[in-house]
């Protein structure tokens, strides 16, 4: 995006929220560099200048502000990239894609040339993909050192540093100030078993409709919805170690600030980055809703906060898919529940809902279909399961945001029992896509009055690239009618 320096700084006095996320501006007094939002005094206009990303202020010199604190705003600006790619590479490297690759590696894992993803970062962030890195990893490693009470060495490594050494260095190069320092200047500790951060969002969102459109939905066992909280167990390969760090984690609304307080298990702080990227899929955080619900126009007026809620595992949500072929939603969260006992390893939290993790993909692979078929699930669909489960452990099948989501659907499409709703339902949720659209879903038919198939794609015609949001809004107008 191109930025005009009238416009931001007219943003900047007005404290628009609607441009958190979108620039930073660095104060060329002070070295510092903050949100739009930011309450510190001031700055004169010639002593500003703005930037498209975290990475692009630190690269001309600036340190973030310890007021503000850049690592919570919404998307660290790469919501807004015009080149799905570049958001694709952005949400790998968040999630650590280059601590144990180059960027030829995740180039290849994205199906591009090394030099067209530079390219394209560099265009669209204004730093190089390993400099993006660098920043993500440092302005975790500033929420972790203010945030909780996790030992340096362990912020480092969970920040996605391999050395002590080099943490420290690169920290003092660029923040001015040892991590010790940070700790000095911080809230007294606290003694916790867990760990808590807070997840910036551009509002509206709305947390009531997201949990009640997962609360029917639930894998048994695995999530859980305790009043307004939303809770989940999760197992994850820390990068560079074979060991599988295992935990839960609580999301709930921030009081009075537009952000999710993400509570983590001690046990999950070496793969905290992956968590954190995770929620911010789930609950869709990336999202500009105004944006969207502009072009959604009547559609989205009733609520124009409507998320898409995504996936923390794609082997998960694509099973629970199968699931939901053809049954009503409460008779497919029935089934995932028996799954989830049935494969699930037994795991021991603070909560009484969450006793398991999810199966995997390994795991269901080696499970014979009439092993499925004794917990009720329909013959044909546990072959679809147990044939999508090698396909996914092997490799073969990827089901991550930021795949080519056409070659991933045509694979889908190719399994026994997968047709277009089951594609199109993966594609919104545990591929990301914005603008998938199971348009022979029963829901949508009635929604749009019983139209037949053709015409309901030429409805939605006026939809894209957001048809996923109309998907969304389409069901939460006939759940209201009913």
Known sequence: ???????????????????????????????????????????????????RSASSAERAGFRPCLRC???????????????????????????????????????????????HLRRVVEQEFGVTPVELAQTSRLLLAKRLLTDTDLPVIEVAFASGFSSLRRFNALFKERYRLNPTGLRKVRAAARETESLVCEIGYCPPLDWNGLLDFLRGRL?????????????????????????????????????????????????????????????????????????????????????????????????????????????????????????????????????SGLTHLSPTASRIAAVDPAELVALGILASRAKSIVALAPAVSEGR????????????????????????????????????????????????RKALGDPGPKRILEIAEAWRPWRSYATMHLWKSLEEKQ
């Open 1 to 51: 995006m191109e930025l005009n320096t009238d416009t931001c700084y007219q943003a900047l006095l007005a404290h628009d929220r609607r441009f958190d996320g979108v620039f930073f501006v660095g104060v060329a007094s002070t070295g510092i560099y903050c949100r739009p939002v930011c309450t510190a005094k001031m700055p004169k206009r010639e002593n500003c200048t703005f930037h």
């Open 69 to 115: 604190r850049p690592e919570l705003a919404p998307g660290n600006a790469q919501i807004d990239a015009f080149s799905r790619l570049a958001a694709a590479a952005a949400s790998r490297i968040e999630d650590g894609a280059l601590i144990d690759g180059g960027v030829e590696d995740l180039a290849a894992d994205l199906g591009v040339s090394g030099r």
């Open 219 to 351: 894998c048994r066992g695995v999530e859980a919805i305790e009043g307004d909280r939303y809770l989940r167990t999760i197992a994850i390969q820390p990068i560079n170690s074979a060991a599988v760090a295992k935990g839960w984690i609580s999301v709930t609304a921030a009081e009075g600030r537009d952000a999710l307080r993400v509570e983590v298990s001690v046990s999950l702080a070496p793969v905290l980055r992956q968590v954190l990227a995770a929620v911010k899929r789930v609950f869709d955080l990336a999202a500009r809703p105004r944006q969207i619900a502009a072009h959604l126009g009547a559609l989205a007026e009733a609520r124009p906060g409507l998320r898409v809620p995504g996936a923390f595992d794609g082997f998960e949500m694509a099973v629970r898919a199968i699931l939901g072929q053809q049954v009503s939603v409460a008779g497919a969260a029935t089934l995932a529940g028996r799954f989830v006992q049935a494969f699930g390893e037994p795991v021991v939290t603070p909560f």
């Open 397 to 444: 099948l990827s089901l991550r945001p930021g795949r080519d989501v056409e070659r991933t659907m045509v694979k889908l499409r190719e399994l026994p029992g997968l047709g277009e709703w089951t594609a199109q339902y993966i594609a919104m949720r545990a591929l990301g896509w914005p603008d998938a659209f199971p348009h022979t879903d029963l829901g949508i």
